[in-house]
């Protein structure tokens, strides 16, 4: 070994010893006859000193040091003198009086300095990936996924699962993305894909018995990149036998809640997990993923838009609209300025336009219209008004957001302007997880055709009250499916699965598969289905953005050793790139050129 | 929950409480007025009985059972009546008298029984896995690699090294064997392909200051499968910064000691790692994977083959042949049709043919010639003979076995006879694991062609002492490279990497890469070398064949819940299959048929 103990380690109980470290040189400072060096690795910094008394050889060394040269020394570790004690660092009682050092790896000037404060743009940091992991943030994030995904294997291991890895190389089949393939070499014509998910094989497990499975499971979708996906990201997959869906949101939350407890991440854990059923979360947030960690919630005021004589109103109700709005409490700082600039915001998000009544702080209640300000405050009579403010639950210092229009275009304009307000004003705990179960959620979605779409995934069991419309009335058929939400972003999702071939079939048949494509795409599982199968259900839990969540980062890209950036490309090893015609020869298959498309 | 417990988990403690239990039927027996079945899940097996006196409708639907259908019951435990005890089962003595059912999933008769005592062919076990899966003997198996995965976690936490996942879709680059690659459909004709091992990406990990790497990598292998190869199999894959061999020997050696005591399998291990190079390896045992649980050391017997007159060896002296041979001790009851048999199976690994010298058990020492048997004793002078019997310390009741050939041939002929001979002569404790770590490998061997290649990769480290003769004889060097060997099986191969960039360019000159293939292929590699990189090395650790070994298995498809089979084709999912012409199209692909090629 090149060191005796790590840099970080350093403490009393090494002092006056003699021993060796070995490390990136951090900062160099030359004091004229003494050399300091803050060499630094994994575990941290220790201060290295450089005396051509105790050794001229050395210290000749140490003049030609510089910034992330890797070097081995040895020396006796000393206690610093009184007043030149670093409290920011762990070894900061004591240093390294070197008598002598080995180089065994120089650098060139590094693009940017290893160091947590300074500002480098994301390119560049993932083109030298290798000097931005050395950064003490870097390693934390690391560390900190490393504690995590340990934590799952023994919570889960403690509570009977199994982990079983499952393939990569599949076959293809269609399950909402676009599935990367793998040609093969003997098989001519024919390919691999790489599991979206390992759903299928999970649910043949439980076929097998396996009773509780997980795996932490490396999951692809060829999707054209939004701001935070991944060709490929990392998925807690796990499946119960034997269970209700309550069974498994307990499994979870109480995973989650011991995890985020032990893995000493700077969050707290808020121990209630809410339930919500899908049209409550629409209705009372606008949206499937709503963040709790703030109030506002929406209300309904269609009824009370009835009377309002106002053209913009009048025209939307006629045309099916409806009006919902929120109360931000003491808002009312919002200038002009303001408003046009939340106005902008919701139009981005499809809305016509933003209506609100800013009521002024120094108001007597109970509040009149004429105190307020708002584009359409000539419009509304004394009772519309009294019913608005009653409703939204408005005093003196608040601002009433309201938009109308059809009912999609409202909640997702209003939850977002909910979720900006929120931020803007400070008004979230950052440093809490807020965690709800969304449940009830229907099991189709008509799509751009007005096909009928499963809504989350084809294996999904309708709720037994409900299987009854699947013939007449599928839009109405609720599913056993849940999503758990936290701080407003879908951690997992999950469901209680069909365990039945003929019910499975019938939703295939609801989403118009032919009998050839059933048999081609999901023959084995129905099959497997003959003999004997369990009830079921289980989640797929990101764990990417759960990581992401616990290191206050915005995107998984930081929680990612090597990630890939939103082209799909890998920019410090090169991929995708081209391959070799013998590569392509064997593979049996030849590229198209874009220009002769 | 369909159940309150398990059905393996019934103790004194349940005896006349009123549970429910679900799971598997696998076995019914109609006693008339009773009817009893064992009840199955992951857990075991538990009595159940049917009464019409206690419920008329369950005996009712009772008699419809069959194996393999999944039920969910309730009833009381009861202590079963003295002399109706199982005490092959852990529950054997009680029984669940059940007061109602559930039927959950009806079953086809399936197509062999679930039980481990019956003998399906692999063909038909692989089709229908998820009945395979449900016997004890493979649940069993799938338990124990999680134990085994799971050991690993916490063994090198504790350690101090971090778990961090690397990509699955990278560059391209030759290492060894084929690549499976992945059409990019963003990027047009180029591909990623999928990591043989991660090895690029550990040793950038530790070029970004990682210190401790491991991870339980997926690797893909598009070989032509020989016996017992997956197109993807598991690897435990680690490296260290700042070490030697030694240390990367030590963290290996403690981890497989403590697992191996630590997982309950039925393994023993013996706790002493030997050490040997590979020269003695090749000398010693013929074999660079010698299995040390038995002895049968080879000996060179060339210079007494220089005075033997038979024109056999001294032809084969003659082109450069060599004699090796051993001693079976106390294997003089083989009789000529077992030497025939023997002699066929070395002729089968490429030999000329078996020379044997038999020496009868009842003998009085010191042994004569003529008082043996064997092909060549005619041939052999007194002095020829009594310098092989003193060689190979043979005595009464032992059997010399001589092969005479080039090295090569000799070496793997022998080798696979002593394997052999142990075998059926059952020399082996089967349940000890016996491992050597065998070191100093040469770096380079010729190919085919006659060119210098990476004995095992391109990144191992020559001996420092031998970077000299990169230049003037690389067949001389010998690498930091180390292989960990048990039962004499390949268990992981190791290294110390080079962590200079112009050393690592004189490598891959020897090699014959060109300076632009070497920039494209490894430039992101070389680059990283040029900011400050540690000594590191490490060991990619076959996990499937660890836990096949630890269960007794052969074959590594015993251990993995979904294999593929020899031409890499899953017959349960029905991988590797057509994809529609739409996916072709979006992936600018076509594909050469085979008749068109």
Not at 105 to 114: G, I, R
Not at 332 to 357: C, E, H, M, P, W
Not at 497 to 512: A, M, P, S, T
Not at 541 to 568: C, N, Y
Request: net charge negative.
């Amino acid at each position: 070994m090149y060191r005796d103990i790590m840099c970080g380690k350093i403490s009393s109980s090494n002092e006056e010893t003699k021993i060796s470290l070995a490390g990136w040189v951090s900062k160099r400072r030359d004091h004229g006859q003494l050399i300091f060096i803050d060499l630094r690795d994994k575990s941290g910094i220790m201060q290295i000193v450089f005396n051509p008394e105790v050794s001229e050889s050395a210290h000749n060394h140490a003049k030609d040091l510089r910034s992330e040269w890797v070097i081995s020394v040895s020396g006796t570790v000393k206690k610093r003198i009184a007043g030149a004690e670093n409290p920011d660092i762990s070894t900061g009682n004591y240093e390294l009086i070197v008598d002598s050092i080995e180089i065994l790896s120089k650098s060139k000037t590094p693009p940017f300095e290893v160091s947590d404060s300074n500002d480098v743009s994301e390119e560049v940091r993932l083109k030298y990936r290798f000097l931005d992991l050395r950064r003490d943030s870097m390693q934390k994030k690391i560390s900190l996924r490393h504690r995590v995904t340990k934590f799952i294997w023994e919570n889960l291991s403690q509570k009977g699962f199994t982990h079983v890895e499952t393939p990569i190389l599949i076959k293809s089949t269609p399950e909402g993305a676009r599935d990367y393939v793998v040609p093969s070499r003997v098989k001519n014509g024919s390919f691999y894909a790489l599991p979206q998910s390992p759903q299928q094989m999970k649910q043949m497990l439980m076929v097998s018995g396996c009773d509780r499975y997980f795996q932490i499971a490396r999951c692809f979708r060829d999707e054209d990149l939004r701001a935070d996906r991944q060709p490929e990201h990392t998925q807690l997959d796990l499946e119960m036998s034997f269970v209700h869906q309550e069974d498994v949101m307990e499994a979870v939350e109480s995973l989650y809640i011991d995890l985020i407890s032990s893995v000493n991440s700077d969050m707290k854990v808020d121990k209630i997990f809410e339930k919500m059923t899908y049209s409550e979360a629409m209705n009372n947030y606008g949206s499937d993923k709503p963040d709790l960690r703030f109030g506002m919630q929406l209300k309904n005021l269609t009824d009370i838009a009835q009377n309002i004589e106002s053209n913009v109103i009048s025209n939307s109700l006629a045309n099916g609209g409806i009006l919902k709005g929120f109360t931000a409490k003491n808002a009312s700082s919002y200038g002009r300025k303001d408003f046009d600039r939340l106005t902008d915001l919701v139009k981005s998000q499809g809305a016509g336009g933003l209506i609100y009544i800013s009521i002024p702080s120094d108001l007597q209640e109970p509040v009149q219209i004429d105190q307020t300000n708002g584009p359409l405050n000539k419009f509304y009579s004394k009772e519309n008004f009294d019913s608005i403010i009653q409703k939204t639950e408005a005093s003196a210092g608040d601002v009433i957001f309201m938009i109308i229009g059809d009912e999609k275009t409202v909640n997702a304009s209003l939850s977002f302007l909910r979720n900006h307000i929120a931020k803007e004003k400070n008004l979230i705990d950052i440093d809490t997880m807020k965690f709800v179960w969304i449940t009830d959620f229907p099991l189709f979605e008509k799509d751009d055709e007005n096909n009928w779409q499963a809504a989350h995934h084809v294996f999904s069991a309708p709720k037994p009250d409900d299987v009854e419309f699947l013939d007449t009335d599928p839009g109405k058929v609720k599913a056993d499916l849940f999503d758990l939400v936290c701080n407003g972003v879908e951690l997992g999702s999950g469901s209680i699965r069909i365990h039945d071939r003929k019910l499975q079939e019938k939703v295939f048949d609801v989403i118009g598969y032919s009998k050839k494509d059933v048999s081609s795409l999901f023959g084995h599982l129905l099959d497997a289905f003959e003999y004997g199968v369990p009830p079921h259900g289980g989640m797929g839990l990101g764990l990417d953005r759960l990581v992401a969540m616990l290191s206050h980062e915005e995107s998984i890209r930081e929680v990612i050793a090597f990630p890939k950036t939103q082209t799909a490309s890998d920019l410090l090893f090169g991929s995708p790139d081209v391959i070799s015609e013998d590569q392509l020869d064997e593979l049996s298959i030849n590229i198209i050129k874009e220009e002769e498309e």
